[in-house]
């Protein structure tokens, strides 16, 4: 098995595919890696989407010890290519060009525009996404969140003469009188904000104290949200409790098939608690937050144990195409028993489409090992040395975001390019755009053809 990978960056109009073996013991050889055009005259026309771009990577393969080789063609589809050239290091091929392509909207205003057009059609209520116990009422409403960065621009809303210090300080009450009415539901990018009133049994999920409080599922204990800090002076009743979108599922109560239909939407299926966080992270680069984080994962057992990630984004949007193709071993009529897979299915198609380029490294100890602290001291001192922001998340959100750098790392990038000083270089998945036009995989495999040696 070979594995092809395409990054995209937009800020410079760059494209680099990188071929290379997937594991060991893999019994394909690459023997040539280029970029190559519709119109060189050296692919059929018929096998290329002639509504797509015309550029392609050509890739030959042959078996370890064997007599023929297979040539398979992946089309990068959406861009034009201005020039191109190959590159050969440890382990891998490369083609590397410079493209242009047409900008598309990031989708977010799209899929929220969908979310509350989907709610405010049916109504409904938001069950636990682990049990499927109910943990809020029905709401009537759906209305959006303000945008996350919104006070970065708050102030032109002021003339000169009300004074700085006097703008911002009526901005903040603003913002802390944002509440959701009880019934409404308020959707953000990666939360949905309600009243604490339209909580199932909501003097057991928020305790009268002030300070931000866990909201769990009261049938399993799975982290649901969280509420907000509030004044002692303060009705606890119109404090808004905040859920995210992954740890809940939407409950139709009143369908269109009948009056007693009971159903789940589909509505937040796409969110994961790894997606969610990064894609908080892509709006505080927007508003010009840190680039460097260090994320250490709160530990629901063990005591003493730790779990820290050293976090650098590099680039917060590239756009990615991952496929993965064998030796097809026979003449171009054999292409049925080549296995390929590129758009639409196989284990590689959750890295298809935007990601976010980061160098990380994962750091797990515990208190009791001098080594560990003073490891983790390490951490630290890199933090404060870096001006790194300092954010912990639940347990299911670390794991998650572990486990998906790993595998990024292990899956999309050869050995010999998967680390720089020091630090493993990895992918997150941000979430997938809505509408009529959603981002998919750019590569994509047309007709191969076989030759002997």
Known sequence: MVTIVAEYLS?????????????????????????????????????VDQEE????????????????TST??????????????????????????RVVREEEESGVETRLAEEQEALKRCGGRLICSRCGAPCTCSFDETARLPHASWMDSAEQWFCACSGVENALLYLEQVEESIRPAKGTCLLGETVCVLSVADLLKPSENVPGVPGPVDVNCQACGHPLGVVAPWQSNHDSALQAVTLFKYAVKVQV???????????????????????????????????????????????ESEEGTFTVIQLVILNPKVLLGHAQIEHSGGGAE??????TKCAGGGDGSRWAG?????????????????????????CDDWALSSEAK??????????????NLKSSTSLLLPESCASYDGLAIGYLSLLKPSGTHPVGNILKEVSPRSVAM
């Open 11 to 47: 800020g410079i109009g760059s494209l680099r595919a990188t071929v290379f073996p997937s594991s060991e013991g893999n019994e394909e050889r690459i023997e040539s890696v280029r970029g190559v055009h519709r119109r060189d005259g050296d692919l059929a026309s018929s096998s």
């Open 53 to 68: 771009s015309s550029f392609c990577i050509e890739v030959v393969l042959s078996e370890l010890g064997g007599a023929r």
């Open 72 to 97: 398979r063609v992946i089309q990068v589809r959406g861009f034009e290519v201005a020039e191109s050239s190959t590159a050969r290091g440890e382990g891998y091929c490369g083609v590397k060009a």
């Open 253 to 299: 109560t009143e369908g269109d098939v009948d009056d007693d239909a009971v159903r789940e939407l589909p509505v937040f299926e796409s969110y994961t608690p790894c997606n969610s966080l990064v894609q908080d992270l892509v709006q505080a680069c927007q508003s010009g937050q840190s680039m460097k984080y260090q994320v250490r994962i709160a530990q």
């Open 334 to 339: 054999d292409h049925q028993g080549a296995n």
């Open 354 to 378: 935007p990601c976010m380029k980061v160098l990380y490294k994962i750091i797990q100890g515990t208190s009791a090992s001098r080594d560990d602290v003073a490891y983790l001291e390490q």
């Open 390 to 403: 300092r954010i912990t998340v639940p347990p299911t959100v670390g794991s998650d975001l572990a486990e």
